[in-house]
Nanobody, 126 residues
């Protein structure tokens, strides 16, 4: 059973930074693409960023490009989301997710992710 555990959320002022981490259980973390999604109160969950299984390809939602960076450390079975220049509209619960297929590319399609973490709250004050 795959488990994903996020950490690193919190309260930060606008313009500040946070780094989210997501640790995955299992021995085959490096085989799978990983993604970050977020859900703000009263809104649907949306794509934030994704990284391919090899780490060679990354994709971002337009509003976070240039501010957020996704990375992975396969030796630690961990995917990160570095968030800089945070804005109040970034306030949401952030979820990490693992794609279903091995050697998969990065994807913004929520339905292509098979496993999800419990989420970590990020609150940005103005």
């Amino acid at each position: 059973q795959v488990q994903l555990v996020e950490s690193g959320g919190g309260l930060v002022q606008a313009g500040g930074s946070l780094r989210l981490s997501c640790v995955a259980s299992g021995r085959t973390f490096s085989w799978y693409a990983m993604g970050w999604f977020r859900q703000a109160p009263g809104k649907e969950r949306e794509f934030v960023a994704a990284i391919s299984w090899s780490g060679s390809s990354k994709s971002y939602e337009d509003s976070v490009k240039g501010r957020f960076t996704i990375s992975r450390d396969n030796a630690k079975s961990t995917v990160y989301l570095q968030m800089n220049s945070l804005k109040p509209e970034d306030t949401a619960v952030y979820f990490c997710a693992r794609r279903a297929g091995v050697h998969s590319a990065d994807s913004d399609a929520e339905r292509s992710y098979a496993y999800w973490g419990q989420g970590t709250q990020v609150t940005v004050s103005s």
